[in-house]
């Protein structure tokens, strides 16, 4: 079979043909240019790329499969295109004339295409369920503001058979009160939180200091109140989680990742932090290991709670407690055989959103994060906007540490999870 191409139509509306030059990495193959209105430009695909911290652990073949024991399946190959080609048009009957010779339909909304076409066993009916009804061991929170009719981790977790608490502000207790389903249990944020919490500037009370108070009165909450090792802390715009092998992405129907995450991060004695990916960062085609150590762990954090440190910062706290956690030696783990559909934060109405980047965008964010830590940070842009990039290879050394009681089963365990497809096992 001959090697798969992909055709990228997605911004050959917006790119001129200097814009198109500096955005590949080798001169472009410009097809009959003069004699058709038809140009294709082509592009290397990225192949196996990898974020950059992922470099050193791949270099070192299947690294994860003596982690990964007892764990559920994971297979992920390469199935990345051996060249991309950027398609320019002039008119719908060229479109029409392409669509014909590539035997597929390009429609006004058609972003790329496969050649051959792709065969994807499509997951829109599909979810994965456990007979073993497993549950998130340690307790779930979520911290919301201004987003009692939306709820989007909150309908989540209900749809999933997950009981829950939200942590809401005293002003929107009854709003929250008035929306929300039965697994759901609402806490009062003490303000006591926000007036003693280290927003890592001068600016105190004057502007919100984001969610990381809430962040902080939960940790207490699950440690001094319900006397839990571990908690789960998520943000509040969370539409669905899924589970990622054999190169697809599948929603699931239950609580059963959450425990096979909790499971995996208890095994080490200096794992501090856990979570999924998001899931428009774990490409489903690309081969990747079910999780990687030492980097930062965003909106969906399994957190020990004996470890010591709290929430600061008025945005970014996510990285910089993941980075504290890391110079001092403690270990994290994302994964990627589970996933977070976490909405972007500025497409939703509410929370951080309204708070902040309506208002500033994101320049504050991302200057915050590289002024509390210089070393190996940097500002750079992202998707249009001011980012901040961070270099997480330096933690590559933090090893993780097996309990000494901890003797790790060979084999695939997979916590009674099969696929359903419209509600019948398949």
């Given at each position: 079979?001959?090697?798969p ?10 790119l ?7 955005s590949?990495?080798?001169p472009?193959i ?20 990898k ?10 073949g ?79 929170y ?27 502000e ?25 007036e ?41 715009n969370?539409?669905?989680?899924a ?5 697809l ?88 055989a589970?996933?977070?559909n ?53 933690f ?23 696929i ?7």
């Amino acid at each position: 079979m001959a090697e798969p191409l992909a055709f990228d139509f997605s911004q050959t509306a917006a790119l001129d043909d200097d814009e198109i030059a500096q955005s590949v990495s080798e001169p472009m193959i410009a097809l009959n240019s003069d004699e058709t209105a038809l140009e294709i430009v082509a592009v290397p695909s990225n192949g196996n790329a990898k974020e950059p911290e992922q470099v050193a652990l791949f270099e070192k073949g299947e690294w994860w499969e003596e982690h990964w024991k007892g764990m559920p399946e994971f297979i992920q190959e390469d199935k990345m295109p051996f060249k991309t080609l950027l398609v320019h048009f002039e008119d719908q009957e060229d479109i029409d004339a392409f669509s014909a010779l590539v035997q597929q339909k390009i429609g006004p909304d058609t972003k790329s295409i496969w050649h051959p076409e792709a065969e994807i066993a499509h997951g829109k009916h599909k979810k994965y369920v456990s007979t073993a009804h497993h549950l998130p061991k340690y307790p779930v929170y979520i911290v919301s503001k201004g987003r009692w009719e939306t709820r989007h981790t909150s309908r989540t977790l209900h749809q999933l058979g997950v009981k829950h608490f939200i942590v809401v502000e005293q002003q929107e207790f009854n709003s929250y009160k008035a929306a929300i389903d039965d697994s759901a249990t609402l806490l009062i944020l003490d303000p006591l939180y926000q007036e003693a919490y280290d927003a890592c500037d001068d600016l105190g009370m004057t502007k919100s200091k984001g969610p990381g108070p809430a962040r902080n009165f939960v940790w207490d909450h699950a440690q001094n109140v319900l006397k839990s090792e571990w908690h789960w802390v998520m943000d509040d715009n969370i539409d669905g989680f899924a589970r990622l092998t054999d190169n697809l992405k599948t929603f699931v129907a239950d609580g059963t990742m959450f425990r096979c995450m909790e499971d995996f991060c208890e095994r080490y004695e200096n794992v501090a932090m856990g979570g999924p990916n998001y899931w428009m960062f774990a490409k489903r085609k690309q081969k990747i290991p079910p999780f990687i150590f030492n980097t930062r762990i965003y909106s969906c954090n399994l957190i020990r709670n004996d470890v010591p440190y709290r929430w600061r910062g008025r945005y970014n706290e996510d990285t910089d407690l993941s980075i504290r956690m890391m110079r001092d030696g403690f270990v994290t783990v994302q994964f990627n055989a589970f996933l977070q559909n976490k909405l972007t934060t500025q497409s939703v109405a509410g929370g951080c959103n309204a708070e902040f980047y309506e208002k500033e965008g994101t320049g504050p964010k991302s200057e915050m994060q590289v002024r509390l830590h210089p070393d190996i940070s940097r500002l750079t842009e992202r998707f249009g906007r001011i980012h901040h990039y961070v270099d997480y290879s330096v933690f590559e050394h933090n090893i993780p540490k097996l309990k000494a009681d901890v003797q790790l089963k060979s084999g695939v365990d997979n916590y009674g999870m099969f696929i359903k497809v419209n509600g019948a096992q398949l």
